[in-house]
């Protein structure tokens, strides 16, 4: 039980940085895991397949990252596991294989099959099969369809004696948990420790951030240039300890960690995964020396008999523009020159026998549009802005010539327009996201290694049941009498993201004290005020879970993001920069409080 693997978060998405393999190489480690996948990168991925049948997988993990760094992964004797196959994890493979032959290497290969369920479209249609969340019938036809798998093939490949570990869908987590199956012999139904591998799995995957990257505290995080990234020490007993590589920038602190946790999970007590659903509600994070911090007491539930499987598809064109406009008034000149191009492009859609625009948006950066009723009055005056204007469509023509006719208005709209040269948009199709469920039994899930096709035996019982979760009880402050307000950033971090068009803010107390304070003033209803610019007629919803083992809450606001990803035309689709427009929210306390955080 004293056993312990060293992992290693190489990629935090498909197009990361390069300095992370280097850099954990210098290393004792026992794995490294890649994540590259998300619904617009599987959906670039089946594009890229319909040209090329042996396209749709993360080609730079072949021919940048193996290709100069396999020598010494295998002189290191490490493992390696990346969910790098995409759409097409078979020639991802093959890819990888001749580069092991053609540097003389003895390394063995695994591939995943089972996600990849388009063909069983119409299946599912007949079937009934409709959007998770929504109800919305299945579109004519999809891009791609894929099945989050979980961590058990992972380990099955493992022991069938694979080196490298290459995966089409899966779980962000599972390429962590994988190698804690197999390596610590834990059982489908040890749930506790699925949830704590899974827990390792989702603070490794997103690279640098758990190591400083997007951290509240960014003065405190330095060298991004060379910035760390995470290494998981992961025990047979479910603890692990978060740290980086010597001589590396950022840092791992209690707080980088607690935000990564709760990064885009939704209800932390109900983290529905294939292999477990999660709850981190009485997590406990101590930081244990410099840069090393340990996570532990995460509880899991028996899964569901399904899988949830992203469906993504096209609907229609997009195109968005950026114009700089500097010089006195130069909030009222952008706001005006938007509305001139979108009256012009009226007429000149009657005029070329086009329908409207299905949906136009515009935003004066600089001004602080994305902040609603709460832009500042200086910033309102600002004398330099960039105009954001975007604009969807089912014609790619009708957005050519919007660009066109956006670009005229340099000589024929507001002084002081300007750019730069040369860099004219391009239209791109409109990729939406449709999420469904799938029974487990439903996917036949294999491990390709050598000449063998192995069946993998998953777990498809399920047992998840929302009436077992237990919420913890917890009573707000009363409102301090005296009260002094400061704002949310003095007494709290915060990390906001996406899930799907829904936006997840959490909220971590600096200090256990504060937390009734900061629960008392962020009610559901605050929430859902303060951001209600972001819902379409300004009436939204947010729900709210408590975390007591770190001092947290985390908010899902529903329909938030103008349809999420690249479905959506706002400058921040994905809700990044949520949580820091809510750091401002005002927060009564008592003048100790506010003394103690001044």
């Known amino acids: 039980m004293t056993k312990t693997i060293r992992i290693g978060g190489a990629s935090a998405f498909w197009g990361d940085s390069f300095i992370a393999v280097p850099q954990l190489l210098t290393e004792k480690l026992d794995y490294l895991v890649f994540d590259y996948l998300a619904e617009i990168t599987m ?72 996600d990849d369920i388009l063909p069983k479209t119409e299946e599912l249609k007949r079937g009934g099969t409709k959007e998770m969340f929504t109800g919305e019938e299945m579109p004519k036809s999809l891009l791609s369809l894929n099945a989050y798998l979980g961590g058990r093939p992972i380990a099955r490949a493992l022991e069938l004696g694979a080196d490298i570990v290459i995966t089409g869908r899966c779980v962000d987590s599972a390429v962590t948990l994988g190698p804690c199956l197999y390596e610590f012999g834990w059982k489908d139904t040890d749930f506790d420790l699925l949830a704590a591998g ?35 020490e992961m025990s047979a007993n479910g603890s692990f300890v978060v740290t980086k590589p010597r001589d590396t920038g950022g840092l791992v602190s209690f707080g980088t960690v607690a935000e990564q946790m709760l990064y885009e999970i939704g209800d932390p007590q109900a983290y529905l995964l294939p292999d477990v659903a999660c709850d981190f509600s009485q997590v406990k994070i101590e930081e244990i020396g410099t840069d090393r911090v340990r996570v532990s007491n995460a509880k899991g539930l028996p899964p569901t008999d399904t899988y949830k499987a992203s469906g993504t598809y096209e609907d229609g064109f ?55 009723p709460h832009a500042r009055p200086g910033a309102r005056a600002s004398r330099e802005v960039v105009l954001k204007i975007a604009a969807k469509h089912e014609n790619e023509r009708a957005l050519s010539l919007l660009v066109r006719e956006a670009t005229s208005s340099g000589t024929s709209m507001a002084q002081g327009l300007g750019g730069m040269g040369g860099n004219r948009p ?75 068009n829904n936006a997840n803010v959490g909220v971590i107390a600096r200090k256990p004290a504060y937390l009734p304070f900061i629960r008392s003033a962020l009610s559901e209803a605050a929430v859902a005020k303060w951001f209600g ?29 103008g349809g999420g990803g690249i479905a959506s035309l706002r400058n921040d689709p994905q809700g990044k920069a949520l949580a820091q427009m809510l750091l401002d929210f005002p927060v009564p306390v008592p003048p100790a409080v506010a003394k103690d955080v001044a």
């Open 198 to 232: 899974s827990l390792a799995g989702h603070i490794l995957e997103c690279g640098a951030q758990a190591c400083g990257g997007t951290y509240t505290d960014w003065r405190q995080s330095n060298g991004w240039e060379n910035i760390g990234y995470p290494i998981g």
């Open 426 to 500: 391009n239209v791109s199709p409109v990729v939406r996201h449709f999420p469904i469920l799938v029974q487990k039994q439903s996917c036949d899930v294999r491990v390709h290694i050598a000449d063998r096709v192995e069946p993998v035996d998953v777990r498809t019982a399920g047992g998840f049941s929302s009436t077992k979760v237990v919420r913890p009880r917890i009573a707000d402050a009363s409102t301090p009498s005296p009260a002094v307000e400061v704002p949310l950033v003095k007494l709290a971090y915060g990390r906001s993201g996406d899930k799907g």
């Open 533 to 561: 610019h972001l819902f379409e007629g300004g009436d939204g919803k947010a729900q709210r879970f408590d975390l007591p083992g770190v001092g947290a809450l985390n908010f899902l606001l529903f329909e938030a993001l």
């Open 43 to 114: 959906s670039i991925m089946a594009r890229a397949r319909v040209k090329d049948p042996k396209a749709g997988y993360a080609t730079d993990f072949v021919t940048v990252t193996m290709k100069r760094h396999l020598k010494d992964i295998a002189r290191n004797g490490i493992k390696v596991v990346a969910n790098a196959g995409g759409v097409n994890p078979k020639a991802c493979a093959e890819a990888v294989e001749a580069l092991i032959a053609e540097q003389g290497l003895a390394l063995k290969v695994a591939y995943i099959t089972g």
């Open 318 to 372: 997009r195109v968005g523009m950026y114009l700089t406009i500097g010089g006195i008034e130069a909030r009222e000149k952008a706001e005006k020159t938007a509305a001139a191009i979108f009256e012009r492009m009226r007429t000149v859609l009657k005029n070329s026998n086009l329908a409207p625009f299905g949906e136009t948006s515009t935003e004066v950066l600089g001004a602080e549009a994305s902040y609603g």
